[in-house]
């Protein structure tokens, strides 16, 4: 049985959003059109309180892109984005939704990241997305979505080490690049624990 786990396809996330993925508005056409192919289709959201401990915002004297020890994990601090409920978490209003079986919220408590689907960054938290895929007899796990290099690549190594036959669609994805080289490196990284990199037209040819 094959899901597609569609990751964080948010305003915020989207050209004109508060941490905008460059291009990222190009992978919700491919997202579309492939959502016939599968069993199954999940999708995760970054929801965040106001007061997230990611936010540079509320670290008086912190800069976006500065590193923070948050509870005892080293944490990059972002812009203030997908503060739970408001515009910039809703997905996409083009990305087509009705078919999706649930949608998994992370980054929901204050002192902590989480940029998997599965689990937080200090990988206490359960968001729940490897029980409900198992109780649906899902095997291999298509992974597409925002960003490249961050919430798509730590779904993918979870998704990996839960033991699901793990892809990565890569004309679904787009990185955000922080460093230039961000997005190969995340390829690279996927690859090595096992993930299969494939484009969206060579699903179920
Ligand atoms: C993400 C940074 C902060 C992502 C989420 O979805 O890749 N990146 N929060
Ligand atoms: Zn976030």
Redesign the pocket.
Known sequence: MKALLI??VQND?LPGGA?AVSEGDLVIPVINSIQEHFDLIVATQ?WHPPDHG?FAANHPGKNVGEFIDLNGVQQIL?PV??VEGSFGADFHADLHTDKWAAVFKK?TQQNV?S?SGFFDNNRRGDTGLSSFLKKEGITDLFVCG??TD???KFTVLDGLSEGFNTYLIADGTKA?NLEVGDYARSIKEMEQHGATVINSKDIFM
């Open positions: 990751v964080d996330f941490l970054d990611s972002w984005h997908c980054g990241d940029y925002l960003a961050y919430c798509v955000v």
